[in-house]
C-alpha cells in the first residue's frame, strides 16, 4: 500500500469516528437538529473535496470543526434574513471554540447522563421524554396527565438542575475521568 492510499485510508478512518461529535458540535452550535443533519452532510463535502489537505497525524476533529464552524455561519447568515433569527460573531466564535475544547467529555457526559436518567421516576421519565425526545409541547401534557403547565414547567426546571447535579457528580468521583 503506497503512501497516498494510507492517507487515503487514515482519512477515511477519522472522518468516520468524528461523525457523531462532529453533529453533537453542529447541533449544539445551530439548536436544530434537522438542520445539523443537512449541514454535518454539507461539512462532509467539503471535508471529502480538502482531503487532499489533512495530515496525517494532525487533529482530525479540530480541522473538522474548523469547517462545520464556518458551514454553520453560513448556515446562520442565509437565516437571518429572517427576523426571527439574530446571533452575534463574537459570541458564536466563543461558543463553538468552547464547546470544541470539550467535546472529548460527551462520550463520558453521555454515560453519566444515561446513569442518571435510570434513576428518575417513571413519570419524571414520561415528562422529559415527552418534551425533549417527542419534542411535544407542554400544554398537551398538562392536559393528558391533569396537570397545570406552570406545574410542568417547575417539574422540568427541577429535573433539569437535579440531572446536572448528579452528572457533575458522577464525573467527578474518583475513578472516573
Request: hydrophobic residues 35%; proline residues 3%; charged residues 30%.
Amino acid at each position: 500500500m503506497d503512501s497516498s492510499e494510507e492517507n487515503l485510508d487514515e482519512f477515511v478512518s477519522e472522518l468516520t469516528r468524528c461523525q457523531m461529535d462532529l453533529f453533537y458540535f453542529i447541533r449544539a452550535l445551530t439548536g436544530d437538529m434537522h438542520a445539523a443533519y443537512d449541514i454535518r452532510q454539507a461539512v462532509n463535502m467539503v471535508l471529502w473535496k480538502k482531503r487532499e489537505k489533512f495530515r496525517p497525524g494532525s487533529s482530525f476533529k479540530n480541522w473538522s470543526f474548523q469547517i462545520a464552524q464556518l458551514e454553520v455561519k453560513s448556515h446562520l447568515r442565509k437565516q437571518r434574513k429572517s427576523p426571527l433569527v439574530n446571533f452575534d460573531d463574537k459570541l458564536f466564535d466563543l461558543f463553538a471554540t468552547e464547546f470544541a475544547e470539550t467535546v472529548d467529555e460527551l462520550p463520558e457526559r453521555r454515560a453519566a447522563l444515561s446513569n442518571c436518567l435510570a434513576k428518575l421516576t417513571p413519570k419524571d421519565t414520561v415528562l422529559l421524554r415527552h418534551r425533549y425526545w417527542s419534542g411535544g409541547s407542554l400544554e398537551t401534557l398538562a392536559n393528558d396527565t391533569h396537570r397545570s403547565v406552570g406545574t410542568l414547567k417547575a417539574r422540568l426546571h427541577q429535573l433539569r438542575a437535579g440531572l446536572r447535579r448528579c452528572i457533575e457528580g458522577q464525573l467527578h468521583q474518583p475513578g472516573s475521568s
